[in-house]
């Protein structure tokens, strides 16, 4: 069973700044694919940032590159997701996810497998 917990969703003012954090059993995390996507009511799911915590190798979607940062802790299992300069088109409700592990590579967005339960983000 896979089980994914996220935590740090709050609600902040326009260019402030928030940490979510993942955390996974470690037979899920280790060299694997982890990623975080959003989603607004009445909008399909979107990729955000993704991470392969074998290689360390990260990907972005465009409308956060710069501003969001992926990052692994192997100690505690757990993904986080740095985020700065927040602007009302960040709020959404945030996913942790696995994505399909290519070896040292991670799959697309629509190859996500496992979800956790979400947890929201509110800029003002």
């Known amino acids: 069973h896979v089980q994914l917990v996220e935590s740090g969703g709050d609600s902040v003012e326009a260019g402030g700044s928030l940490t979510l954090s993942c955390a996974t059993a470690?037979?899920?995390?280790?060299?694997?694919?982890l990623a975080w996507f959003r989603q607004v009511p009445g909008k399909d799911r979107e990729g955000v940032a993704s991470i392969h915590t074998g290689s360390g190798s990260t990907n972005y979607v465009d409308s956060v590159a710069g501003r969001f940062t992926i990052s692994q802790d192997d100690a505690k299992n757990t993904i986080n997701l740095q985020m700065n300069s927040l602007t009302p088109e960040d709020t959404a409700m945030y996913y942790c996810?696995?994505?399909?592990?290519?070896?040292?590579?991670?799959?697309?967005?629509?190859?996500?497998?496992?979800w956790g339960q979400g947890t929201q983000v509110t800029v003002s």
């Open positions: 470690k037979y899920t995390y280790f060299s694997n694919c």
């Open positions: 996810a696995t994505i399909t592990n290519y070896g040292m590579g991670c799959g697309s967005w629509n190859e996500a497998t496992y």
